[in-house]
């Protein structure tokens, strides 16, 4: 009998030892779950903050604004030919009045 008795009692201590560590392993997997839902969310709230952040309105001289707008036009159909540069070097030069007006459009 007590033969039987340490049998069952070693299967009940090693049932109750595997119960506890897939217990401990569930609750890493949902804890690391979370992590990862936490980490991609302070990421999107990152990308999100330089996404509204515009670019054009952080430029104070009124004459470089208008630069960075007539390039934004030009380039909305794909990249500058070299007669649009050397269209946005003509106004950068005679209109904007700009001393180095390649450093400007470049």
């Not at 804890?31 to 990421?43: A, E, P, Q």
């Not at 470089?64 to 030069?93: C, F, N, T, Y």
Request: charged letters at 25%; proline letters at 4%.
């Amino acid at each position: 009998m007590h033969i039987l008795l340490g049998i069952l009692s070693t299967i009940s201590l090693c049932a109750f030892i595997l119960w506890h560590i897939s217990s401990a392993a569930k609750a890493m997997s949902e804890t690391s779950n979370n992590l990862g839902g936490l980490r991609s969310n302070l990421r999107r709230l990152i990308n999100k903050r330089k996404h509204l952040c515009n670019p054009v309105a952080e430029i104070e001289d009124p004459r470089e604004a208008a630069l960075v707008l007539m390039v934004a036009i030009m380039k909305d159909r794909g990249d500058l030919s070299e007669p649009q540069i050397k269209d946005l070097e003509h106004w950068a030069q005679h209109r904007l009045h700009y001393d180095n007006p390649k450093d400007m459009v470049a």
